[in-house]
């Protein structure tokens, strides 16, 4: 059983930054696809990048250039850098998990979910 908590939310003002956090309980850089996932209130949830040791960041179109997703091996912590923040961002941000060398945007494809961390605009 692998157990996943994010943190790092808050609420940022457009073109502000945050950094997500995803605590993974057993190591997954090695044979883990790791992704972040998001959903907006009235929307479905939405791949945002996914990452594993055998292949580059993939990003949503939506993301790419703006947010980073990394990997820390040494704590088994995976990363979401979010820069320049837009109102279309905001949404509960979820890390999953799946042990398959191989990603999939499709949330299906996972196994393992965190409980989520809500990221918002301020006026």
């Known amino acids: 059983q692998v157990q996943l908590v994010e943190s790092g939310g808050g609420a940022v003002q457009a073109g502000g930054a945050l950094r997500l956090s995803c605590a993974a309980s057993?190591?997954?850089?090695?044979?883990?696809?790791m992704g972040w996932f998001r959903q907006a209130p009235g929307k479905e949830r939405e791949w945002v990048a996914s990452?594993?040791?055998?292949?580059?960041?993939w990003y949503a179109a939506s993301v790419r250039g703006r947010f980073t997703i990394s990997q820390d091996s040494a704590t088994n912590t995976l990363y979401l850098q979010m820069n320049n923040l837009k109102p279309e961002d905001p949404a509960l941000y979820y890390c999953a998990a799946v042990d398959r060398g191989l990603c999939s945007p499709d949330d299906r494809y996972m196994h393992y979910w965190g409980k989520g961390t809500l990221v918002i605009i301020s006026s």
């Open positions: 057993v190591s997954t850089a090695t044979t883990f696809c």
């Open positions: 990452i594993n040791v055998c292949a580059p960041s």
